[in-house]
């Protein structure tokens, strides 16, 4: 028999974007947010929030980005109450230093981990620069996470500096053509062909990524490991949850989610 600790189940989210519009507004989408944590909060074992929960994010040693205040409110409470939360950097908010740690008693990762979780090997992380291929972002991440050009980048004031991170954080998404969501396949989704690779050398049950902005769950080719992307929070609301026996994507508030990928097809050919 279950106690009722075992009964608990594990989420993981990502890709929130907050201070940014989308479908909802910054703001409301915040407020989807923090009604999605009050709904899970009492079943919750651990919550990971793998990686872009914020647009932009650089951390001065005395000054954080404005805003954000009912996220940061809720996860205080919810740390508060004893639920472990974990947070991953991802490709827009890599400048998160030790706020999480000091402020909200929120372990802060910078690169993928391995760990345990009801009996199931799982890796986690962002997603951002592992794979094949993308080569210029691979040595951009490289140019931001350099200790000397934060240094620099600290040196401008807050107003300026994160004025500038938020314009030619805009600037990119415009220029951006929007595409209609699809799967493209095993040999042009990177994460798929590093997980894949990834299996060669350590045996994993679940790999866990964001990044991709889209709902994800594809069977890799030893035929029982599954790659989860997570998707993303502007367009889907959606997440993934695990209760030890099986993990599934869910979608909160958005009856119309999809998930792609082949893992229900290759459960039917079972």
Same mark, same amino acid.
């Given at each position: ?57 650089? +951390? ?41 740690? +000091? ?128 998707? +993303? ?14 993990? +599934? ?22």
């Amino acid at each position: 028999m279950f106690t009722q600790e075992g009964m608990k189940k594990i989420y993981f989210a990502s890709d929130f974007h907050l201070g940014v519009d989308a479908r909802l507004s910054s703001r409301e989408r915040e407020q989807q947010i923090v009604r999605w944590l009050d709904t899970i909060k009492d079943d919750a074992a651990e919550i990971y929030l793998v990686g872009d929960i914020f647009e932009f994010w650089f +951390e001065y040693k005395t000054v954080v980005p404005k805003g954000f205040t009912r996220l940061l409110g809720k996860l205080a409470s919810l740390r508060d109450a004893g639920i472990p939360i974990y947070f991953f950097t991802g490709n827009h908010d890599m400048w998160m230093f030790r706020y999480f740690e +000091e402020e909200l008693d929120i372990p802060t990762y910078r690169k993928p981990i391995v760990r345990e979780l009801k009996g199931k090997t799982f890796l986690i992380g962002h997603g951002d620069g592992l794979g094949p291929g993308d080569q210029g972002y691979k040595f951009i991440k490289k140019v931001f996470a350099n200790p000397i050009c934060q240094w620099l980048f600290e040196r401008l004031h807050p107003n300026f500096g994160i004025w500038l991170a938020n314009y030619w954080s805009g600037k990119s998404r415009r220029v951006k053509k929007v595409k209609k969501a699809r799967f493209r396949g095993e040999d042009r989704e990177w994460l798929v062909a590093y997980a894949n690779r990834k299996l060669e050398s350590q045996p994993i049950d679940y790999f866990i990524f964001g990044h991709r902005h889209l709902p994800i769950d594809y069977t890799l080719k030893n035929g029982k490991s599954r790659y989860i992307n997570l998707g +993303e929070w502007m367009n889907f609301n959606s997440y993934a949850v695990f209760d030890g026996e099986n993990l +599934e994507i869910e979608f909160f508030e958005n009856e119309k989610g999809q998930v792609y990928g082949n893992h229900r097809v290759e459960q039917q050919k079972a």
